[in-house]
């Protein structure tokens, strides 16, 4: 096996310790040949402490970007949360790789960045150019379809009001795992021989908001009430609730988003990609109910 190096941004993001992971135990790449950065390094020493070099790199100071990337072939890098100024934020971080001479870079991005009405999808849009107009000699931009995890990090109040107010109507969606996201981009960050590509990896299936509350409601023997909206009804709704404005942005664009079945798709890159089919919803919801069921019952 070579000694090439493997640099993860965002390595303590909840998507960048699954993908260490993956680099580790299923593609066995050596500790030794890793390097995790954060804003913080302070916060990665679990990492450290495993023979794994840590760095510091923040996305808004270029020079410590290129001092973190030095002597690096393969990048990962995973998109911030903070969502405002990603377009310029990650740009640097492109043009640091570049710099340092980065020969692959792998980035996290969203379905259809180019068409999608989400607010913010100009940013990974912007990404993805900045990339594709880089030297740096290969990539691949994997366009993560939204996690399931959502239900929780965004959607908790569904599982705990048993109402899901949605403009998404019969938008088909395909909603893949977060750990199976980790896994497709430690594949590609390992597989890096292919060029340039952009794919998009989606979960098995296709599904309605609606299909999905009718597993949610088997899998946790509840009964969620899917309310069906146009946008503008649903804005009312959430302005009459007193939903903060960026957030009522995020759920209508986001509506719209699926409604114009922008996140449709199957997982036959995922599958490609990885050799492994994706986890199924009904499944994922089984592994965790428990948790689920502790939302729903708050
Ligand atoms: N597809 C989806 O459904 C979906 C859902 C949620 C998020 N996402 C995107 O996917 C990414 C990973 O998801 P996740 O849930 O694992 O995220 P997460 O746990 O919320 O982690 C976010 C990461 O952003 C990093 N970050 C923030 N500002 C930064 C900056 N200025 N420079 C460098 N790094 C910065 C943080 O790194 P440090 O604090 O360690 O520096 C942190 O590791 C998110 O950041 C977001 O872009 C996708």
Known sequence: M????????GANSKLGKLVISFLLNEYQIKPSQLIATSRNPATLQSLADQGIETRAADYANKDSMVQAFKGVENLLLISMDAVGKRDELHTNAVQAAEEAGVKFIAYTSMPNPDASPVFFAFEHEATEKAIAQS???????????WYFENLIDFYANVLHTKAWLTASGEG???????????LAAAAALVNSESGKETITLNGPESLTTSEMATLINQVLDISINVVHLSE?????????????????????TMDRHLKE?????????????TGKKPQLFADWLQENKQSLKAISNA
């Open 2 to 9: 070579s000694d090439k190096k493997y640099l993860v941004t």
């Open 135 to 145: 030297r740096i000699p290969a990539w691949k931009i994997l366009r993560n379809n």
């Open 172 to 182: 088909r969606h395909a909603q893949i795992s977060r750990t199976d996201l980790a």
């Open 232 to 252: 503008e009804a649903l804005e009312e709704q959430l302005e009459s609730f007193q939903v903060p404005a960026d957030a009522i942005i995020f759920a209508t």
């Open 261 to 273: 079945n922008k996140s449709d798709g199957t997982s036959e890159a995922f599958e490609v990609l």
